[in-house]
């Protein structure tokens, strides 16, 4: 085995450990949570169908590899959700050093030039700037809504989130990748909050 | 919303349910078996990753597209394990028929047009001629073989696999894609057999 591959499949190997990693968000049949990698999946797909929505200069096949990465660091870090401590946890400059970290030991897994082109992937992803990162962040953060929903609410329940609480710490986010998609989304929830007394 | 993105969500919402069809092949710690979505998620990796192996024709974008969709039959099927009975299920006519009713029920939840294009992908990825299919195949059929070698055996030990049984279900498919990572596993994996008396 060359030194490139033995790499690479290390890499791959510790991967696997995203499948340990749980979230807030929970099966829609609520059976158990939901782990990472299987949400990666989740956004990936999303990607893929939802296509049609995405504005000029967005690159699906760069989403998709994007959400396929997006979450590796968690292996280190962990998930925080995004409704803990009244919304605060998850972009907190603490949060944000511990996955610059993660990311560069995870990713510095790979051979050379393959793992500063990751890297690069990762980077724009978080930074949230050009339409492909933002295309991919808003599905990242629209499909625990819809499984929220799917579910009967979900972690909106655990965490006690308001329609106002998911607008500010999701809604906002959303629209800047996909205004359309979420005003429509945000219609086909808004009935879960007010008959739950949360809108 | 319009009928199109209800659609679309209408299919997303179904195929969350692929994160309750479990394998044969366990996580690397053995907690768990693993379920076909994040594998689906670790094949999709597998391809990003491993793309220099790759021949010529290739289109890794559409091995991605391919592995994201390839297990969602599931839903309606099961996995049906490489190593059950004698090796002789997975490929059986009555379980290509049940996956296509499938293919056509899941990709049929799309809009038209869309439903389509991904039923094409799923069967040229199902169908194993194009190079881009053979890729993808090899990858689907090499991360359990790296599975199972993680997790000290895994399922070769439930199923009483042989080094020549795995050469003969697993690695004349893998080799058909990527011959070179064939070579490279074989003798990554082979020394585990060799200990336990089944090479
Ligand atoms: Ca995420």
Redesign the pocket.
Known sequence: MTDRLAQQLGFLREAEKLKSVYRATALPDQSRREN?AE?SWS?ALYALILQDQAGEGVDIARAITMLLL??LVEIDVGDVPIHAQGGSAHSSAAVKEAEERAAARLFGLLPEGQAEQMLAIWLEFEGGVTPTALYARAL?RVQPVLLNHAGGGGSWREYDVSFDQLEERVGVKVARGLPALWQAVREHVKPWFVSHGKA
């Open positions: 990472s949400h956004v997006h979450d990242d």
